[in-house]
């Protein structure tokens, strides 16, 4: 049985437009800097969309157009579409495109999963810039030690 489409309210879409860009700007140190641009359009354009009723989102030929032509600026750039950086990147450009396409709770859910996924990008990238940081130490410190035994 198909449910009817639930709209969002608007408080609930601020958040996760807010939880979303977060996300965007705390992975700026490894995505492709011509993303954000595309976010933040993205998001201003949902943002605008949603307060005059939702008729203003591209159709369906236009994102499978941005779709295509994202994927493969992702490639063009990275050369791969895995990997921390381009992965990121393709989430955060994905996200953009899923958010001019959303219109059920369904699709607001996966972009909420968006955004937490940039969240973990993010720590990820942080807690492996740590673990380098310490296993350079560590090692460091073992040297200094052989060769206090010497």
């Known amino acids: 049985m198909k449910r009817p489409d639930a709209a969002v309210p608007l408080t609930t879409l601020r958040l996760l437009l807010g939880a979303y860009l ?4 705390l992975n700026l140190h490894h995505i492709a800097l011509w993303v954000v641009p ?3 359009i993205a998001a201003a354009w949902r943002w605008r969309a949603a307060r005059s009723g939702g008729r203003q989102l591209p159709g369906r030929s ?3 157009a941005t779709l295509a032509l ?15 950086e381009a992965g990121a990147t393709l989430l955060v450009a994905m996200g953009a495109l899923k958010l001019l396409e959303a219109t059920r709770i369904r699709d607001f859910a996966f972009l909420s999963g968006a955004a937490l996924f ?6 990820l990238a ?8 310490l296993g350079c130490a560590r090692q460091g410190q073992q040297r ?4 206090a035994q010497v």
Do not use: H, I, S
Request: proline share 0%; with cysteine; charged share 15%.
């Open 22 to 25: 977060a996300g965007t700007v």
């Open 38 to 40: 595309v976010a933040a």
């Open 62 to 64: 236009a994102r499978y």
């Open 70 to 84: 994202l994927t493969l600026a992702v490639l063009a750039t990275f050369r791969t579409l895995n990997g921390l």
């Open 118 to 123: 940039l969240l973990l990008a993010a720590c």
């Open 126 to 133: 942080q807690c492996g810039a740590r673990r380098q940081r």
């Open 144 to 147: 200094r030690a052989a060769q």
